[in-house]
């Protein structure tokens, strides 16, 4: 009896050391919600809804069945009667075939337009891809939060002439330079985990976030290394592959040390030109991209104003309105008083030129360097003028 005892003990020992868990299972704790809100777990890549739970007592369970094939980059969604679509609040992790935890408070949860790829307020562990992607997060965490508190310190528009400033033009460009710094910092941090993880799939969504925060920064070679190190078996993966897709539409046509786009426009008489009768080679082109019915655009005109008169003939001026009106955007140029090149895209902001350039949202900016070469990609406030000082266009 006692044999057969020990067998059975022996048995069920081995089944649970060699058991695998077969799909997922994710139980949720969430604070701050009303019983009967649902969450809705959603495939970020397949762009499909995976799955959807209701909350009771602050509780709810994720779980799939079938073995995952791969591990998938899935985004928790939470919607309430008081949440529209674009205040529904998020939270992003992988997935894989592992029972997990996920824990979370809901005030202290991004926004779905806020999200930056590390959640406030959520902890997700028990999968192994999670816990290697938080380990990555771990190793950004302090830098993060400090370009968090510079960023918003410095503000994105910054006018001196209008209001006094609660920080001085030099105190904001060493907090500048600081970010610079601690970009830097961030993006060989996130290359030398690629280059350790290069195997895991973890390593997409880490360049994911490496291109995505500092797409306007990257050059083509630095991008190509960054696919280069991913293993030639992960290179073909869905998750990879529907990234350089993005990649592709998103970034490469606009990076630092590639030509600028010559495109046909309008002139303020009405005749059509080139974009490249106006780029003066040579010297430093800005090509401001605006709208009379853009409020930030039309708020960051009286810093340009500046620029313009301190740096003088060192820096060419070519405002492109992307107004569909015509008669709005001649008002708009009488009402601002911008002395420089006005040009306009009569197809607005969802024609031809959106995609070239790929304009996300304006107001937009391109820095063209002597060379026709684009030099720096949507600038504004004291990140424009630390890039003026350092170029030593700004005068004074």
């Known amino acids: 009896m006692r044999i057969c005892l020990s067998v059975v003990i022996l048995c069920v020992t081995i089944c649970a050391c060699t058991c695998k868990q077969v799909g997922y299972e ?3 704790t969430l604070s701050g919600v009303k019983d009967g809100t649902f969450v809705f777990l959603e495939d970020v890549f397949a762009g499909k809804r995976a799955d959807s739970a209701e909350v009771r007592d602050g509780k709810f369970v994720f779980k799939e069945n079938e073995e995952l094939k791969e591990p998938k980059y899935c985004r928790l969604i939470v919607k309430g009667e008081k949440l529209n679509p674009f205040g529904a609040k998020i939270a992003s ?12 408070v809901l005030d202290s949860m991004p926004a779905i337009l806020e999200f930056t ?14 816990e290697l992607y938080n380990e990555y997060l771990s190793q950004i965490r302090e830098s993060r939060l400090r370009y968090d508190v510079l960023r918003h310190r410095t503000g994105k528009i910054f006018t001196t002439k209008d209001k006094q400033p609660e920080w001085s033009f030099e105190e904001k460009l060493q907090m500048e330079g600081e970010m610079r710094e601690l970009e830097e910092k961030m993006y060989r941090v996130g290359e030398e985990f690629v280059k350790a993880h290069r195997e895991s799939v973890v390593i997409e969504q880490v360049i994911i976030l490496m291109v995505e925060r500092w797409r306007y920064r990257i050059t083509p070679e630095e991008l190509n290394n960054l696919f280069g190190y991913v293993a030639p078996e992960l290179s073909e993966s869905e998750l990879m592959r529907n990234f350089k897709e993005r990649a592709k539409k998103r970034v490469h046509q606009v990076m630092r040390g590639m030509k600028y786009y010559d495109v046909e426009l309008v002139d303020t008489g009405g005749n059509k030109v080139m974009l490249s009768e106006h780029v003066q080679p040579g010297k430093y082109n800005l090509l401001d991209f605006w709208s009379s019915g853009c409020v930030p655009c039309r708020k960051e005109i009286p810093h340009l104003l500046e620029i313009h008169e301190i740096c003088g003939d060192a820096l060419n001026f070519i405002s492109i309105s992307l107004d569909k009106r015509d008669d709005r955007w001649k008002k708009a140029m009488e009402e601002e008083k911008m002395p420089w090149t006005q040009l ?23 820095l063209v360097n002597p060379e026709g070469r684009i030099e720096y990609v949507n600038l504004h406030g004291t990140e424009l003028d630390k890039a003026l000082v350092d170029l030593g266009i700004w005068k004074h």
């Open 344 to 366: 306009c895209n009569p197809d607005g902001f969802y024609g031809v030129l959106k995609s070239t350039y790929s304009i996300p949202a304006i107001p937009f900016s391109v």
């Open 26 to 28: 994710i139980r949720g």
């Open 117 to 130: 790829g590390e959640e406030t307020g959520v902890k997700v562990s028990g999968g192994a891809t999670q």
């Open 93 to 104: 992790f992988f997935v894989d075939n592992s029972v997990m935890e996920f824990k979370g």
